[in-house]
């Protein structure tokens, strides 16, 4: 009698327990939001007007997305974003992810993390969101953002600026794909187009 009710104890706590999305909406959504600042149809014709464009023009829609951002209320990348690199970046491991995302979310550090430098620059390190949070809630959370979020990196605009410059390489007029723009440097740097 005493196993039964101690499974079933057990089995409330898990069925009644806080879901990944709770424990992202009390600990994350504040910073991280569930969508970036384009839908899908956005970047897609965003990036049908960059494979079309001059180099000039090219620049030109750069710099205004820059400003756009600049003047954005956006405090950290957005959360899909983060499970798709992440993933990317750990190879798909789903046991490494959760293990990654628990410590960084208690640590975090620049030099630990895989954010691409730009967003480093942009957002600067995240604050140690995780200490205040119990083992099981930074277990739950991290199991919701590898499981919840489908789909792959491509790196920017879901690979589409890699595919665009070395394009543009070809043909002689593209830039090209500088240490740091697709992925960071060092053990953690992706080669473009990756």
């Given at each position: 009698m005493k196993k039964v009710l101690l499974s079933l104890l057990f089995t409330g706590v898990t069925l009644f327990g806080a879901t990944g999305e709770e424990v992202y909406q009390t600990n994350c959504a504040s910073c991280h939001a569930m969508q970036g600042m384009m839908s899908q149809e956005k970047?897609?014709?965003?990036?049908?007007?960059?494979?079309?464009?001059?180099?000039?023009?090219?620049?030109?829609?750069?710099?205004?997305?820059?400003?756009?951002?600049?003047?954005?209320d956006m405090k950290a990348p957005a959360?899909?974003?983060?499970?798709?690199?992440?993933?990317?970046m750990l190879?798909?491991?789903?046991?490494?992810?959760?293990?990654?995302?628990?410590?960084?979310?208690?640590?975090?550090s620049q030099e630990k993390?895989?954010?691409?430098?730009?967003?480093?620059?942009?957002?600067?390190?995240?604050?140690?969101?995780?200490?205040?949070?119990?083992?099981?809630?930074?277990?739950i959370v991290a199991a919701w953002l590898y499981d919840d979020f489908k789909g792959s990196?491509?790196?920017?605009?879901?690979?589409?600026?890699?595919?665009?410059?070395?394009?543009?390489?070809?043909k002689?007029?593209?830039?090209?794909?500088?240490?740091g723009k697709c992925g960071g440097q060092g053990k953690k740097a992706m080669k473009c187009g990756q």
């Open positions: 970047k897609s014709a965003m990036r049908e007007k960059m494979q079309n464009a001059t180099q000039e023009e090219r620049m030109a829609m750069k710099q205004t997305m820059r400003e756009k951002m600049q003047n954005s959360m899909p974003m983060v499970s798709k690199r992440l993933k990317k190879d798909n491991d789903r046991t490494k992810f959760i293990a990654f995302v628990d410590d960084y979310i208690q640590n975090p993390g895989y954010c691409m430098p730009m967003a480093y620059k942009r957002f600067g390190t995240m604050p140690p969101v995780g200490q205040g949070m119990s083992a099981t809630d930074r277990q990196w491509g790196g920017s605009m879901d690979g589409q600026m890699c595919e665009m410059k070395n394009k543009g390489m070809k002689g007029k593209g830039m090209k794909c500088g240490a």
